[in-house]
């Protein structure tokens, strides 16, 4: 269980009741993880809330919202994810002469 391994590790470095927050990624093991964390500090009389001490990884975020983005405009398949890495079904960038003719015919219609 990975409760107990971190609760382990915590108890090692005597730092049961000195964290107040885990850097994690949304993956719902993570949420058992800590609401058995919640559990341990509880029955030591440790205020521990498991909600309130989970933060999410900043890059981890962006990475979610910029793959939903490449999902809306069409840039890759909702299904990549499951298929292989997602930067392998990323559609190239149009080559500079398909930008300069459609820059040109933006500029004709005057848009």
């Not at 590790?9 to 093991?29: C, H, P, R, S, W």
């Not at 990475?63 to 298929?83: M, P, S, T, W, Y």
């Amino acid at each position: 269980n990975m409760a107990d391994v971190v609760w382990d590790t915590l108890e090692k470095y005597g730092l049961i009741g000195q964290v107040l927050a885990f850097m994690m990624d949304n993956a719902t093991n993570n949420d058992t993880l800590l609401e058995a964390i919640e559990r341990k500090c509880h029955a030591r009389n440790i205020p521990f809330n498991a909600q309130h001490s989970r933060l999410r990884c900043m890059p981890h975020t962006v990475h979610l919202a910029v793959l939903k983005l490449l999902e809306a405009i069409g840039a890759v398949e909702k299904d990549c994810k499951r298929l292989g890495p997602y930067q392998d079904a990323v559609v190239g960038a149009p080559d500079s002469e398909e930008l300069d003719a459609y820059a040109a015919a933006s500029d004709e219609d005057g848009n």
